[in-house]
């Protein structure tokens, strides 16, 4: 087995685990905690298929932003440091139906679906060619999704505004 | 238009307001013979400053003749508020034959003394002072009791 | 210079003799080790000039001598404390979240040392050479600011959670304005990876180079660098006089180390990353014309290049922190929001315009 065998299960064990930490555990602090070190390991994974960009993306969206994001708002909830009361025999036999039925799905299409070898040769995926890539308006480019999504966030920004915006009282 | 002029302009007042900053502490920085602050131990013999009026304790002067000028009146005793003098007289016949009340220990507890002064303020005969001295510590508590009349002290009489 | 050593003979003899001795993937694991523990003692060096430095800066500028106890002019004060620091408990109070709290240090730590891997430090002396550098950095020093919350949540204390929400609105915030700036540049020299940065500022550093638009990103980067490492007068984070210590009040012995080291740590890669990006790296400097002055210049090593340069820069963060008082929490995102940020969007702006019309070097 080579080395990069080796850190493949190491990493993909650990980004296991800490998924399963992150349903599992009853604090909701940690819970994030557990999510933030899962992705890292995702991204680690990225970078020993040698796509860094997407590893440094990963890190930049997901850890510096949605996890702080995440750990903020536990911040300024009400008694976040209390452990959550356990689960409710109702719910547990709900979720885990409804989990099953999602794993089986899964498998289900990942089984069944008829991997096509391509004859093309791989694109090459520098930084600069995901940045033309992405703002490209000939086949394969991604420029009407990019746009949908920037004119998203922009109304995300401008709603967020408005909600905390103060109104002068005459 | 008016707004961006003022934006530009505060931007500007900043930095320089910063920069007078900066330049002040690069001055310092770049003269480190020009510090004015002085390395303590070291200059305990030669460019120490203690001013006169610092309070560093009670000291009962003697002049050269071995005579002070304590009554053994008590006042300071009763002024003070720490209890940290106490004066034991002693009671002697003078030569006229008349009893008399003469100073025979000043003792001082140095360790219980706040150099609140009040001691020399309710002094009738301007007998003690407060001296500049510094570096009182000892090793020994018993060491801060002192007895300020020196051994064999008399009091000096008013010229009148 | 005929008998010059490279750094890159050096790295390519250790992985020869590596591989000739062992099977490719111990060599590789080998490789690893050592070069784990060539930048941890690196980075010890570092955080003893720095610490050092910092000391005998501040005296300075306040009219004191600074350390001068301890050893010639003090130099072992900085190994006193640290002994102090590994010689005491590590001690938690029992009312701690005893993971999170134990793992903050660690994690703050183990991100400043990720952050210096694909750092370049001379021709042929780099970790990683990966071809996204610059964003490996900034994406990388943004983990630290989850240990900073970890560390202030898991104390349970009121000042360090508010001394971590502080840590984290602030770095969250002028991370923005960082990328911004080292934007402008990589714009400009239309790179990510930190050999093809430096190689294209052979004829010039892009602070020279890039005329005011680069000048000014590299003002905002300095600004918001020192923002980014919770220092004075951006220390809100660990504001003695208001919040004690900030996030970390309740850490004790080298668990508090760690957290100084870091700063320390956070700091060089800090100056570290804009002496790459706006100084040159290990480029000598030059002035174009003056080749007896040239010849003097590449004469110096290219390592004390780049340290001299860093340790410019960490001379003007110390030079700020001695300097001005401290922000208030409204003042220090106002500045960042209402000043800093805009103007760095409109430079972003301004330099993709000189990039399009090719009006640059």
Redesign the interface.
């Known amino acids: 087995m080579?080395?990069s065998a080796?850190m493949f299960y190491i990493l993909g064990a650990l980004v296991l685990t800490f998924g399963v930490l992150t349903v599992f555990t009853r604090?909701i602090?940690?819970a994030a905690?557990y999510l933030?070190l899962s992705l890292?390991g995702i991204a680690a994974i990225y970078i020993i298929m040698d796509m860094?960009?997407i590893a440094?993306?990963q890190?930049?969206i997901y850890?510096?932003g949605i996890?702080?994001l995440i750990?903020?708002s536990i911040?300024l909830t009400h008694q976040a440091?209390e452990r959550l009361p356990s689960r409710l025999p109702k719910h547990l036999l709900w979720s885990i139906l409804l989990s099953g039925v999602g794993l089986l799905l899964a498998t289900h299409i990942l089984y069944h679906f008829s991997y096509k070898p391509s004859i093309e040769p791989a694109i090459e995926h520098?930084?600069?060619n995901i940045g033309t890539q992405l703002i490209d308006f000939r086949s394969y480019g991604y420029v009407f999704p990019f746009e949908v999504v920037s004119i998203l966030l922009l109304a995300a920004m401008v709603g967020s505004i408005i909600i905390a915006m103060k109104t002068k009282k005459n | 238009m008016r707004a961006l002029i003022q934006y530009i302009k505060d931007v500007a007042q900043g930095f320089y307001s910063l920069s007078q900053g900066l330049l002040l502490t690069l001055k310092y920085f770049v003269r480190p013979w020009k510090h004015i602050v002085e390395q303590y131990p070291e200059n305990r013999t030669t460019t120490i400053y203690i001013p006169e009026k610092f309070a560093g304790e009670v000291v009962l002067p003697h002049d050269e003749n071995n005579r002070h000028k304590c009554t053994a009146c008590t006042l300071c005793e009763m002024a003070c508020p720490n209890g940290t003098i106490k004066i034991i007289s002693a009671t002697i016949e003078g030569e006229d034959g008349k009893k008399k009340k003469v100073l025979d220990k000043w003792v001082y507890n140095l360790g219980m003394c706040t150099m609140c002064g009040q001691c020399v303020d309710a002094c009738p005969q301007d007998a003690i002072t407060m001296k500049n001295s510094f570096e009182l510590s000892v090793y020994n508590r018993n060491d801060l009791i002192k007895v300020l009349n020196k051994p064999g002290s008399k009091l000096k009489e008013k010229e009148s | 210079m005929t008998l010059t050593i490279q750094f890159s003979d050096i790295t390519k003899w250790i992985h020869e003799t590596l591989n000739a001795s062992m099977s490719p993937g111990w060599a590789l694991f080998s490789e690893f080790v050592l070069a784990g523990v060539a930048m941890i003692l690196l980075v010890v060096v570092l955080a003893v000039l720095f610490v050092y430095m910092e000391r005998k800066v501040a005296g300075f500028m306040q009219l004191r001598l600074g350390p001068h106890r301890v050893g010639p002019w003090g130099t072992m004060q900085v190994f006193a404390d640290v002994f102090k620091l590994l010689l005491k408990e590590s001690f938690a109070p029992f009312t701690v979240d005893k993971f999170l709290f134990n793992f903050a240090p660690i994690l703050v730590l183990a991100v400043a040392f990720m952050a210096m891997a694909p750092i370049s430090f001379a021709p042929g002396l780099q970790l990683w050479d990966m071809n996204i550098g610059i964003l490996y950095v900034t994406a990388v020093s943004s983990i630290g600011v989850i240990g900073i919350l970890m560390a202030g949540w898991s104390s349970n204390n009121k000042y360090s959670l508010l001394g971590a929400m502080r840590s984290g609105a602030q770095i969250v915030s002028y991370e923005l304005s960082a990328g911004l700036s080292l934007v402008a540049v990589i714009a400009m020299c239309g790179s990510l990876s930190i050999s093809d940065i430096i190689a294209s500022q052979a004829d010039g550093w892009w602070i020279f180079k890039g005329h005011l638009p680069i000048m000014f990103a590299f003002v905002v980067y300095v600004i918001a660098g020192t923002a980014e490492t919770n220092r004075a007068p951006f220390d809100l984070a660990e504001a003695e006089s208001e919040l004690t210590a900030g996030y970390h009040t309740e850490f004790s012995g080298m668990q508090f180390g760690m957290f100084y080291l870091t700063e320390y740590i956070n700091m060089a890669v800090i100056s570290m990353v804009a002496t790459t990006v706006f100084l040159g790296g290990w480029l000598p400097f030059h002035i174009y014309g003056f080749d007896a002055f040239n010849n003097v210049m590449n004469f110096i090593p290219s390592w004390i290049w780049f340290f001299g340069k860093t340790f410019f820069i960490i001379f003007l963060m110390m030079w700020f922190r001695w300097t001005f008082p401290r922000l208030r929490i409204d003042q220090l995102l106002k500045l960042e929001w209402k000043y800093l940020l805009p103007l760095s969007i409109i430079n972003v702006v301004i330099v993709a315009f000189l990039v399009v019309m090719g009006w640059h070097f």
Do not use: T
């Open positions: 080579s080395a080796v604090k602090f940690r905690v933030l890292i860094q960009f440094a993306l890190i930049v850890v510096g996890v702080v750990i903020f911040f440091g520098s930084v600069k």
